[in-house]
């Protein structure tokens, strides 16, 4: 365990500049929080639950998978090494439910390349920073148990850091950090845990939704229901941490070269199923929006969760963006106010 | 070289020739720019490839040619959109890119010793002629085969030679039908490809039947084979996602917890009953 001192945390993103492209939170002129490149001017520790995962850090909303030069196909894997300064834990869930994702059978090098790469430092919660958190039930919060480089937990004008990795053990061994491996600071980061937690209240509705869909299944009458509702905006796959599809298409500079892409998707698009001889297997919003919800809570194995309750990590988002109301929470609260 | 190639990056072949089928349906024969064989690429009846021309997209088609055949890699394309009609536009000696092979084929190790019935709807034929071609140049480790084809009218018959050639041949049997025949010409079975089951003599307790064909076709085969007595584990089915990535990613062929382009696209029945929109 280390110790830095929140006045000397520019000092330490600084330093960090010199080797890593550094994302950190910040305020925009309009006040609002964003993650982007780190700005000194601009860097706030005043962001609650950022509007955003990180998840396109790793995994950008289009990028270019390969190149075509004249009709010669050519690989573009860039190696940048990015810090990832802030995150929360629910967020690097995601990450690492993705990366087990992306590298298994078939390696995604564009995603485990990216991955290797980029350093993460968590920001351990000091309690719930929205009331549509419920990391405390998905286990993927408020702290994050591993696959972390360094995690800060917040002591009056300090942070006692934890070290999660050789990587962690580099960016914390400058004379910025102290040493604090006293029982004292062990017993504030045990303290801290606690309240956080106990703050975060438990949604056992969740877990009776997984019963249910694992059982009898949700009654077809409920998604349609959320169907019906349901204006195809994509939204909630878009700011949901763990959700990874992705479109294929050309992107033509000049006749014969350019450039093959891979955009973010959304299963709640009619079309993403829809087979070229016009059959599609999910004909209606209802199994759309049951696909979502059944992929999160009931499709995935031990290997996807990476410890975690199931694919859906609880930072809520889907709950807070979706314009008709139909979040994890919703369509779980739901789910569950019919078998009781 | 990187151990771990980009799984996303087709390479270059180029087509030896093109064999027009029916209308808006062409047979391609692929050959590798080295000059070598496709035995390298070890692909097993039942894989698909992704094919790519740049500025028209990828698309997932069957391989129709069996591994027993190495010299050409052969797919059997229908006009569908932009990249199957750009293909319609390439004659021999045109390069295209293509990878693979990808997905879980027909379990040939399991058929082997067994009787076979393969059941093939439409373009359904294209897959499972790999499977079919597999058999005949493998006889001696297969049981009695039974075919049995079927498709809309006399026109759109697939591999007309091919199945014409059968009738030489003693260690197959086949069966074809055509939905509707308005000139009268047909000679064979007029209606629906489940039809045929009755003129057959099938052993359901030691057969593995094979299935390749529109999901309604599935609908009513399976009906009639477990009525005959087929056992589920005995059904194998070959299904048709959108399909984009053809590695397990991009998420389109997703069916249930099984990805069609990883887990299948043959599956065993047993496999995919309980999934609601599997079929
Ligand atoms: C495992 C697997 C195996 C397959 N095997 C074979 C095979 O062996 N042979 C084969 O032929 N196919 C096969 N297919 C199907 C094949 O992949 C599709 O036909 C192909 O992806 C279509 O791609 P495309 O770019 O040509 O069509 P797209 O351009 O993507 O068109 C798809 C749909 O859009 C429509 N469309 C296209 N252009 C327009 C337009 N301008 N305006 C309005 N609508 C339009 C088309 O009618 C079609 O319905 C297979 C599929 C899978 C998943
Ligand atoms: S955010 Fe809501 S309205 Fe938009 S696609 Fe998702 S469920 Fe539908
Ligand atoms: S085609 Fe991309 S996951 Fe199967």
Redesign the pocket.
């Known amino acids: 365990m280390k110790r830095i001192h929140k006045e000397s945390l520019k000092e330490a993103l600084k330093a960090w500049e010199e080797k890593y492209r550094v994302i950190a939170p910040r305020l925009t002129e309009r006040d609002e929080r964003i993650f982007d490149t780190f700005d000194e001017a601009w860097f706030t520790l005043d962001y609650a639950k950022p509007s955003l995962p990180l998840k396109h850090a790793l995994f950008p909303q289009s990028e270019a998978v390969f190149q075509v030069d004249q009709g010669i196909y050519r690989s573009i894997i860039r190696e940048e090494p990015a810090l990832l300064f802030g995150i929360r834990s629910c967020d690097l869930k995601g990450m690492l439910q993705s990366l087990s994702f992306m590298s298994k059978d078939f390696d995604d090098r564009f995603y485990t390349l990216r991955a290797k790469n980029t350093a993460a430092i968590v920001m351990a919660c000091p309690g719930q920073q929205s009331p549509t958190c419920f990391c405390t039930t998905t286990r993927s919060g408020p702290w994050a148990d591993g696959g972390f480089d360094l995690q800060l937990y917040e002591n009056g004008d300090s942070f006692l850091v934890e070290i999660g990795s050789s990587r962690g053990e580099d960016l914390a061994s400058s004379e910025l950090f102290e040493d604090a491996s006293d029982p004292a600071a062990r017993e504030k980061v045990t303290s801290f845990r606690r309240r956080a937690a106990q703050s975060i209240p438990l949604v056992p509705e969740i877990e009776q939704a997984m019963e249910k869909l694992r059982t009898t299944g949700a009654p077809d009458e409920l998604w349609e229901r959320f169907g019906m509702k349901c204006i195809t905006c994509g939204g909630c796959s878009f700011v949901c941490p763990t959700c990874t599809c992705f479109n294929v298409s050309d992107r033509v500079l000049t006749e014969g070269s350019g450039e093959r892409m891979r955009s973010w998707d959304a299963c709640l698009y009619a079309g993403f199923t829809k087979?070229?001889?016009?059959h599609n297997p999910r004909h209606s919003q209802a199994l759309r929006i049951k696909r979502r919800h059944e992929h999160k809570l009931l499709y995935h194995g031990d290997r996807d969760t990476h410890g975690g309750l199931c694919t859906c990590v609880g930072c809520g988002r889907c709950s807070d963006y979706c314009p008709v109301h139909i979040g994890a929470l919703e369509v779980a609260r739901d789910m569950s106010a019919k078998i009781f | 070289m990187d151990s771990h190639p980009n799984i996303y990056q087709p390479f270059p072949v180029f087509i030896a020739r093109t064999l027009p089928q029916i209308s808006e349906h062409r047979l391609f024969q692929l050959k590798l720019e080295d000059g070598g064989t496709w035995e390298r690429f070890g692909h097993q009846p039942g894989q698909?490839i992704e094919v790519s021309i740049f500025g028209?997209?990828e698309?997932?088609?069957?391989i129709?040619s069996p591994p027993t055949r190495p010299d050409v890699l052969e797919?059997?394309?229908?006009r569908?959109?932009?990249?199957?009609?750009s293909l319609f536009e390439l004659g021999k000696g045109s390069r295209l890119h293509v990878r693979g092979p990808y997905?879980r084929g027909f379990p040939v190790d399991k058929l082997k010793g067994r009787k076979l019935l393969l059941v093939a709807g439409g373009?359904g034929l294209?897959?499972l002629r790999s499977l079919l071609l597999y058999v005949l140049d493998r006889r001696e480790e297969f049981k009695d085969l039974i075919l049995m084809y079927g498709t809309n009218n006399p026109d759109n018959v697939l591999f007309k030679y091919e199945l014409l050639s059968f009738f030489d041949r003693n260690d197959i049997t086949y069966f074809y039908s055509v939905d509707r025949d308005q000139e009268g010409i047909w000679k064979q079975y007029v209606g629906v490809v489940t039809g045929l089951f009755d003129q057959a003599q099938l052993s359901p307790d030691d057969t593995c039947a094979v299935l390749c064909g529109p999901p309604v076709m599935y609908r009513f085969v399976l009906e009639k084979l477990l009525k005959l007595g087929f056992a589920k584990e005995n059904i194998y089915m070959s299904l048709?996602?959108m399909?984009k990535c053809g590695v397990g990613k991009c998420g389109h062929?997703a069916i249930g917890e099984k990805y069609?382009c990883m887990d299948g696209?043959v599956f065993n029945y047993t496999e995919i009953e309980h999934i609601k929109e599997a079929i």
């Open positions: 087979e070229a001889s016009g | 698909f028209k997209g698309a997932p088609i069957s129709s797919i059997c394309v229908r569908a959109g932009r990249l199957t009609g997905g373009l294209a897959p048709e996602r399909m062929c069609c696209p």
